[in-house]
T-cell receptor, first 109, second 113 residues
Framework: KNEVEQSPQNLTAQEGEFITINCSYS?????LHWLQQHPGGGIVSLFM???GKKKHGRLIATINIQEKHSSLHITASHPRDSAVYIC???????????FGTGTSLTVIP | NAGVMQNPRHLVRRRGQEARLRCSPM?????VYWYRQLPEEGLKFMVY????????ESGMPKERFSAEFPKEGPSILRIQQVVRGDSAAYFC???????????FGPGTRLLVL
């Protein structure tokens, strides 16, 4: 079993839809990261959070430490949001990150 | 302030050759992480370095792979005697401090023929 599980694996949405991507983890964490990987392969760090909720533009990330669960929400989705979204757990012991396998999002105009 | 730089962006090697991947962290960042993304798989941690020190190499294969981050110059990930299974995208990330936000480079795509 992976330390980080994401769902869904693939997601297709119509432009304008509200999108939720879920992440569950089994390790104790110091922080949880959401990353975006575009078709060209580049990776961008979207959020790093250890509690509560963060918002940046149309993106919102929440985390529930007790339930070991985080969600990434995209409001008013747009085709340019099409990418792979990766959840990564930074453990509170040790140095390595544990990555989910990613959610491939396609937003159709 | 330039982001994390990696070069080359694409590298083709024949089996048995050596591959050298370079990573220049963001200005002011002294923590460097290397990750590997195999085809159709997720990112995997390889090694974590600070200037002149390897802090954690628990994700590195025991043979043929090595990493360094010298006092001057970029961090280098070196793969000796490459095999086809080494074909992957190798990403470097840097941060100002440990467990702070990591900024990723564009990756080096290694293809072993």
């Amino acid at each position: 079993k992976n330390e980080v599980e994401q769902s869904p694996q693939n997601l297709t949405a119509q432009e304008g839809e509200f999108i939720t991507i879920n992440c569950s983890y089994s390790v104790g964490i110091s922080a949880l990261h959401w990353l975006q990987q575009h078709p060209g392969g580049g990776i961008v760090s979207l959020f790093m959070l250890s509690s509560g909720k963060k918002k940046h533009g149309r993106l919102i990330a929440t985390i529930n430490i007790q339930e070991k669960h985080s969600s990434l929400h995209i409001t008013a989705s747009h085709p340019r949001d099409s990418a792979v979204y990766i959840c990564a757990a930074g453990p509170n012991t040790g140095n390595q990150f544990y990555f989910g396998t990613g959610t491939s999002l396609t937003v159709i105009p | 302030n330039a982001g994390v730089m990696q070069n080359p962006r694409h590298l083709v090697r024949r089996r048995g050759q050596e591959a050298r991947l370079r990573c220049s962290p963001m200005k002011g960042h002294s923590h460097v992480y290397w990750y590997r993304q195999l085809p159709e798989e997720g990112l995997k941690f390889m090694v974590y370095l600070q200037k002149e020190n390897i802090i954690d190499e628990s994700g590195m294969p025991k043979e043929r792979f090595s990493a360094e981050f010298p006092k001057e110059g970029p961090s280098i990930l070196r793969i000796q005697q490459v095999v086809r299974g080494d074909s992957a995208a190798y990403f470097c990330a840097s941060s100002r401090g440990h467990r702070e936000t990591q900024y990723f480079g564009p990756g080096t795509r290694l293809l072993v023929l």
